[in-house]
């Protein structure tokens, strides 16, 4: 009959040794990319923002709207 | 002398420090990554989601406040990133089970030895919850608190299903190895 004991060591040991065993691709670059791709998305994102009030109050600005419009979709669509 | 996860943490909320990150990330990556693959048995989707979860991970370390291991906050991540995908999972496939079938043939790892094996075939074998109470407790060192806090559940049902799944284990290796 196995143990509470037993169970417990046997259940820290599988993940102890799953751990040692996994080899992960080493994603830290990656993730770095990621981020850095988050963060210019913001950026456009807040530029978009920017232009679209500003030409709402100065008609003049529309076709410069049109501009933005067409990069939000783009982002959107990323 | 190799900077502990609370100097990296610092360095990072403080100076956005890059390369204290991708120190961070190579020292929890196995972990992050077979604590998903317990978590979902698929390779490609832990794969995935190691990502995320360590995307999540420099969103939010600010909001590390340094009580409980940093290991377990970070099983914590992880495990809310294995929820989500779960969820698209079950609402694309229209399934009710959280949890997609696991194959029972399926290891997470090499295992040491047939014992081993044994058990972690009957790890997936376990009802979800008490599964994801196990991972979250023996994987990521959790206490019972955080677990019911984790998994939205009180305390004495968390306590409850790490009992169930304790005593479903003893009997499926009992059955398996009857000479242990």
Redesign the interface.
């Given at each position: 009959m196995i143990d509470d004991h037993k169970i417990d060591d046997r259940l820290r040991e599988l993940f102890a040794a799953a751990e040692r065993h996994v080899v992960p691709a080493d994603v830290s670059a990656r993730i770095v990319e990621v981020l850095a791709h988050q963060r210019r998305q913001r950026r456009h994102l807040l530029l978009a923002a920017t232009v679209l009030g500003a030409a709402l109050a100065l008609p003049s600005l529309w076709p410069a709207m049109m501009i933005v419009t067409e990069r939000m979709a783009a982002i959107v669509h990323m | 002398m190799e900077p502990s996860d609370a100097d990296l943490i610092a360095r990072i909320v403080v100076a956005g420090d890059?390369t204290a990150?991708?120190l961070l990330?190579?020292r929890h990556?196995?972990?992050?990554?077979?604590l998903l693959?317990?978590l979902c048995r698929d390779h490609a989707l832990a794969?995935d989601l190691?990502?995320e979860t360590?995307?999540k991970l420099?969103t939010n370390l600010d909001r590390y406040s340094g009580e409980g291991a940093f290991r377990s906050w970070l099983g914590g991540i992880a495990y809310r990133q294995f929820l989500m995908a779960a969820r698209r999972q079950r609402s694309h496939d229209n399934k009710l089970d959280l949890y997609a079938a696991v194959p029972l043939t399926a290891t997470?790892?090499?295992?040491?030895n047939a014992?081993?094996l044994d058990?972690?075939r009957a790890?997936a074998r376990l009802p979800e919850q008490q599964r994801a109470a196990?991972?979250l407790s023996?994987?990521c060192d959790m206490s019972h608190p955080e677990i019911a806090r984790e998994m939205k559940a009180p305390l004495g049902t968390v306590k409850s299903w790490l009992a169930q799944a304790?005593a479903l284990?003893?009997d499926q290796?009992?059955s398996s190895r009857p000479e242990?």
């Amino acid at each position: 009959m196995i143990d509470d004991h037993k169970i417990d060591d046997r259940l820290r040991e599988l993940f102890a040794a799953a751990e040692r065993h996994v080899v992960p691709a080493d994603v830290s670059a990656r993730i770095v990319e990621v981020l850095a791709h988050q963060r210019r998305q913001r950026r456009h994102l807040l530029l978009a923002a920017t232009v679209l009030g500003a030409a709402l109050a100065l008609p003049s600005l529309w076709p410069a709207m049109m501009i933005v419009t067409e990069r939000m979709a783009a982002i959107v669509h990323m | 002398m190799e900077p502990s996860d609370a100097d990296l943490i610092a360095r990072i909320v403080v100076a956005g420090d890059r390369t204290a990150f991708t120190l961070l990330v190579r020292r929890h990556q196995a972990f992050v990554r077979s604590l998903l693959l317990h978590l979902c048995r698929d390779h490609a989707l832990a794969d995935d989601l190691v990502q995320e979860t360590f995307v999540k991970l420099f969103t939010n370390l600010d909001r590390y406040s340094g009580e409980g291991a940093f290991r377990s906050w970070l099983g914590g991540i992880a495990y809310r990133q294995f929820l989500m995908a779960a969820r698209r999972q079950r609402s694309h496939d229209n399934k009710l089970d959280l949890y997609a079938a696991v194959p029972l043939t399926a290891t997470v790892s090499v295992p040491e030895n047939a014992s081993s094996l044994d058990l972690d075939r009957a790890l997936a074998r376990l009802p979800e919850q008490q599964r994801a109470a196990i991972i979250l407790s023996y994987g990521c060192d959790m206490s019972h608190p955080e677990i019911a806090r984790e998994m939205k559940a009180p305390l004495g049902t968390v306590k409850s299903w790490l009992a169930q799944a304790k005593a479903l284990l003893r009997d499926q290796l009992a059955s398996s190895r009857p000479e242990e």
